[in-house]
């Protein structure tokens, strides 16, 4: 049966007490998720883990929102509290959390999640990609490495 541009094969017999379901092209194929992502925060986790999924699975629209949404979390989570998404990202910017060159290509990607968001649109996957080759970079400087080097630093 194919579904959304996927074959799904189920098949089991009389003395098979399970059912099988395999799935043509493995949705799980695909984009790997960063190193040491069990070291971001939680609801980070949760949000980044279904935009690589989303993206595996040739999901465009959501994507776009998980881009979106990971930004959010981040802004959140580094208690960026100003009015909007926009202003959240220039208040990183303000506490140091990220340079200039970096508040004006998360600003990019905000534009990317709204229109993704608010007009149903679709990017193409170089785009996507490319997104999130800027949301490993963002998670990997502000979380990951930042961690890794204190753990180093005391030992």
Wanted: net charge negative; charged share 25%.
């Amino acid at each position: 049966m194919w579904i959304l541009g996927r074959l799904r094969k189920t098949h089991n017999n009389s003395e098979d007490l399970t059912h099988f379901v395999d799935i043509y092209p493995n949705p799980e194929d695909g984009r790997d998720a960063i190193d040491y992502v069990h070291l971001l925060p939680s609801n980070l986790q949760l949000i980044y883990h279904e935009t690589i999924k989303s993206i595996n699975s040739g999901l465009a629209v959501l994507t776009g929102m998980g881009i979106r949404a990971i930004v959010e979390t981040v802004c959140k989570d580094k208690n960026a509290n100003e009015k909007d998404l926009y202003e959240k990202i220039n208040g990183l910017e303000k506490q140091g959390v990220l340079t200039k060159k970096d508040a004006d290509i998360l600003h990019k990607l905000r534009t990317l999640g709204n229109e993704a968001a608010h007009e149903v649109k679709p990017h193409n996957n170089a785009t996507l990609t490319l997104a999130l080759d800027v949301i490993d970079h963002l998670l990997k400087g502000v979380y990951i490495l930042p961690l890794l080097l204190s753990s180093s630093d005391r030992s």
